[in-house]
């Protein structure tokens, strides 16, 4: 296996030369791990202590950082051979060198000094490398671990992207966002590879409708899933203005205060909508009936007892739609608890065969809010929602049985209330 080390293996710095040789038989350390070989070779006995350790060292095969450092002291204190580099030895890697020249770039940006572009792997290099890690939230080791070296290369395209005049401002915007540094560096690097992508077709819309979500108050503090989903759903649909606009208010809104389950499933109907503006909003008013979480339990999620429900409904996707648009009528969340029940309740009896379209909701909200619906007798609003539910699109029907529910009459009859509300059917035409 080829040496993993930033600048390869070090090679061993000569002890320095006797005139007494000997012929001897060791154990050369292989390249690979798992092989062992012998060879024969002449080696100069060390002619101090000092070097005699420094032999051992070497022999020893001890090329880890550590190592190299012990090497360069013992080397400086030997009253003879050369010099060592004031850098710890190796030799030069193109990969060691264009991490250099990588991280170069990043120090250039964030006002630091540059260091040394030789491809060695230096403790100076080291440094550099802990310093990005520490600034950029990634476990300190001074190892370019992949994780390290793909949130390099994504700070050096943002750079360059800032470089553009046409993608400058959405770039700065978007580095100095919490809810960017807050992805992981993988999820950073698909982010910055669309953008890639936007800034060479010429949309760039597309960027700065996903910076608008990415940097709304509130997405930072999402669930990694919640986070995820609601950059795909903008993927989707990148140069969707207004999907922009409908995902970054809920960022920022209750929303952020449900569960992550409940967040998946909200944000999962939303991308199936494609682009339904009336569905998106229909659920972003769902979605922002969330109370806070209990007094001195900010840990637990908000509830939206609305959402729940939704989420409980049968499995039948007009039913679920039918309710999504009821619930985001205007003038539902004004109603008391009674009646929204009975409304709900009633849905999948009442409309069996389709979903109701948008003005058909809007005509059953004529008929609930009426002043005096929510005080008749439960069995005659029921009644009075299944006459509605027949012609659901008559807004005249639903004005007719509004003015019913007003009549004090109709209020207090007990016997004949059935054959007016037929009546009133019968009489007001398509």
Same mark, same amino acid.
């Given at each position: 296996?080829? +040496?993993?080390?930033?600048?390869?293996?070090?090679?061993?710095?000569?002890?320095?030369?006797?005139?007494?040789?000997?012929?001897?038989?060791?154990?050369?350390?292989?390249?690979?791990?798992?092989?062992?070989?012998?060879?024969?070779?002449?080696?100069?006995?060390?002619?101090?202590?000092?070097?005699?350790?420094?032999?051992?060292?070497?022999?020893?095969?001890?090329?880890? $950082? /550590?190592?190299?450092?012990?090497?360069?002291?013992?080397?400086?204190?030997?009253?003879?051979?050369?010099?060592?580099?004031?850098? &710890?030895?190796?030799?030069?890697?193109?990969?060691?060198?264009?991490?250099?020249?990588?991280?170069?770039?990043?120090?250039?940006?964030?006002?630091?000094?540059?260091?040394?572009?030789?491809?060695?792997? /230096?403790?100076?290099?080291?440094?550099?490398?802990?310093?990005?890690?520490?600034?950029?939230?990634?476990?300190?080791?001074?190892?370019?671990?992949?994780?390290? $070296?793909?949130? $390099?290369?994504?700070?050096?395209?943002?750079?360059?992207?800032?470089?553009?005049?046409?993608?400058?401002?959405?770039?700065?915007?978007?580095?100095?966002?919490?809810?960017?540094?807050?992805?992981?560096?993988? @999820?950073?690097? +698909?982010?910055?590879? *669309?953008?890639?992508?936007?800034?060479?077709?010429?949309?760039?819309?597309?960027?700065?409708?996903?910076?608008? &979500?990415?940097?709304?108050?509130?997405?930072?503090?999402?669930?990694?899933?919640?986070?995820?989903?609601?950059?795909?759903?903008?993927?989707? *649909?990148? %140069?969707?203005?207004?999907?922009?606009?409908?995902?970054? *208010?809920?960022?920022?809104?209750?929303?952020?205060?449900?569960?992550?389950?409940?967040?998946?499933?909200?944000?999962?109907?939303?991308?199936?909508?494609?682009?339904?503006?009336?569905?998106? &909003?229909?659920?972003?008013? !769902?979605?922002?009936?969330?109370?806070?979480?209990?007094?001195?339990?900010?840990?637990?999620?908000?509830?939206?007892?609305? $959402?729940?429900?939704?989420?409980?409904?049968?499995? +039948?996707?007009?039913?679920?739609?039918?309710? @999504?648009? !009821?619930?985001?009528?205007?003038?539902?969340?004004?109603?008391?608890? %009674?009646?929204?029940?009975?409304?709900?309740?009633?849905?999948?009896?009442?409309?069996?065969?389709?979903?109701? /379209?948008?003005?058909?909701?809007?005509?059953?909200? !004529?008929?609930?809010?009426?002043?005096?619906?929510?005080?008749?007798?439960?069995?005659?609003?029921?009644?009075?929602?299944?006459?509605?539910?027949?012609?659901?699109?008559?807004?005249?029907?639903?004005?007719?049985? *509004?003015?019913?529910?007003?009549?004090?009459?109709?209020? &207090?009859?007990?016997?004949?209330?059935?054959?007016?509300?037929?009546? @009133? +059917?019968? %009489?007001?035409?398509?």
């Amino acid at each position: 296996m080829a +040496d993993t080390r930033i600048g390869g293996q070090t090679p061993n710095i000569p002890s320095p030369t006797t005139t007494n040789t000997t012929e001897t038989t060791s154990e050369v350390v292989p390249s690979s791990i798992g092989e062992r070989q012998t060879s024969t070779e002449r080696q100069e006995p060390a002619n101090t202590a000092l070097a005699q350790k420094m032999q051992a060292t070497e022999n020893k095969g001890q090329h880890n $950082l /550590s190592g190299q450092l012990m090497r360069h002291s013992l080397n400086q204190a030997l009253p003879t051979g050369p010099a060592a580099p004031a850098q &710890v030895g190796g030799t030069a890697h193109p990969g060691t060198l264009d991490m250099q020249h990588s991280l170069n770039k990043w120090r250039a940006e964030n006002n630091l000094k540059p260091i040394k572009e030789d491809g060695l792997d /230096s403790e100076d290099t080291r440094n550099a490398i802990r310093e990005f890690q520490r600034q950029n939230g990634i476990k300190e080791s001074g190892v370019p671990t992949p994780e390290t $070296l793909k949130s $390099l290369a994504t700070q050096v395209d943002i750079i360059a992207l800032k470089n553009n005049p046409s993608t400058a401002a959405d770039m700065r915007k978007l580095a100095d966002s919490e809810g960017f540094k807050k992805l992981p560096p993988d @999820v950073q690097s +698909d982010v910055i590879n *669309r953008f890639k992508q936007y800034a060479a077709a010429g949309e760039l819309r597309n960027i700065g409708n996903m910076v608008n &979500v990415i940097d709304q108050p509130g997405f930072a503090n999402l669930p990694l899933s919640s986070k995820k989903l609601m950059l795909d759903t903008m993927a989707a *649909r990148p %140069d969707d203005d207004r999907l922009a606009t409908n995902l970054s *208010r809920m960022a920022g809104s209750p929303f952020g205060k449900l569960d992550e389950t409940s967040q998946n499933w909200a944000l999962n109907r939303i991308k199936s909508y494609g682009g339904d503006r009336n569905k998106i &909003v229909s659920l972003l008013v !769902i979605t922002t009936r969330t109370t806070d979480p209990p007094p001195g339990r900010p840990h637990l999620p908000g509830k939206n007892e609305m $959402l729940t429900r939704l989420m409980n409904y049968p499995p +039948d996707t007009d039913q679920v739609e039918n309710m @999504v648009k !009821i619930l985001g009528a205007a003038g539902f969340s004004d109603l008391s608890v %009674d009646v929204q029940n009975q409304i709900l309740d009633g849905l999948p009896s009442r409309f069996t065969t389709g979903q109701l /379209s948008y003005g058909e909701a809007a005509n059953i909200m !004529i008929l609930a809010t009426s002043p005096q619906f929510e005080k008749l007798h439960p069995d005659k609003r029921d009644e009075m929602m299944n006459t509605l539910a027949m012609r659901p699109w008559n807004f005249k029907l639903a004005n007719a049985l *509004r003015e019913l529910a007003e009549n004090g009459r109709f209020q &207090v009859d007990k016997r004949t209330w059935r054959q007016t509300l037929e009546r @009133v +059917d019968a %009489d007001t035409p398509d």
